[in-house]
T-cell receptor, first 115, second 113 residues
């Protein structure tokens, strides 16, 4: 079946511009996660959605970052007024349910470069 | 707070030799432990997990991992390395009452022909 898809695969933007990154989770998966992977670093948790519950935004690094999930499926991560330190690979993952026994399935990521 | 340590940034092993990628963790309660692999320019792929039961867990591509509660470790192993195993490996943990995964910084495995 189809896996997690993300678009665009690469995004180059100028400092100060806004960007939107999209994630399509695996059909039927109720939990959706966004992570940021910087060069040489591990994965940094950003935000988590579970069904219709309020998202866990505890990992968002600043108020320039926001995310939404429409209809319990597609999610968009928005970064406003981008800065060079926002350059990273943004990974989306989904899992069957939020219970911690379920493994997460990752998309290929969006590589964001802020010039 | 939960944490994961992967003490080796890089592991080099000759093709055909056994490989070990180390992982130690710190969580509250019983840990759920995962290994993921990332090939160049790809997302992470799930390899295996420990939830409960047998301490030796077998996963994809011939990999296995051993849960050691006393040493709080979950090392990844493979009896005979392949060049195609060269990739970045991440260990992750989730503690009791948490639905978040905490990842280690990753270990780059290079299998030398």
């Amino acid at each position: 079946g189809a896996g997690v898809s993300q678009s665009p695969s690469n995004k180059v933007t100028e400092k100060g511009k806004d960007v939107e990154l999209r994630c399509d989770p695996i059909s039927g998966h109720t939990a959706l996660y966004w992570y940021r992977q910087s060069l040489g670093q591990g994965l940094e948790f950003l935000i988590y959605f579970q069904g219709n519950s309020a998202p866990d935004k505890s990992g968002l690094p600043s108020d320039r970052f926001s995310a939404e999930r429409t209809g319990g499926s597609v999610s968009t991560l928005t970064i406003q007024r981008t800065q060079q330190e926002d350059s990273a690979v943004y990974l989306c993952a989904s899992s069957f349910d939020r219970d911690r026994e379920y493994e997460q399935y990752f998309g290929p990521g969006t590589r964001l470069t802020v010039t | 707070a939960q944490s994961v340590a992967q003490p080796e940034d890089q592991v080099n092993v000759a093709e055909g030799n056994p490989l070990t990628v180390k992982c130690t963790y710190s969580v509250s309660g019983n840990p759920y432990l995962f290994w993921y692999v990332q090939y160049p320019n790809r997302g992470l792929q799930f390899l295996l997990k420990y939830i409960t039961g047998d301490n030796l867990v077998k996963g994809s591509y011939g990999f296995e991992a051993e849960f050691n509660k006393s040493q709080t470790s979950f090392h990844l192993k493979k009896p005979s390395a392949l060049v195609s195993d060269s990739a970045l490996y991440f260990c992750a943990v989730s503690g009791a009452g948490s639905y978040q995964l905490t990842f280690g910084k990753g270990t780059k495995l290079s299998v030398i022909p």
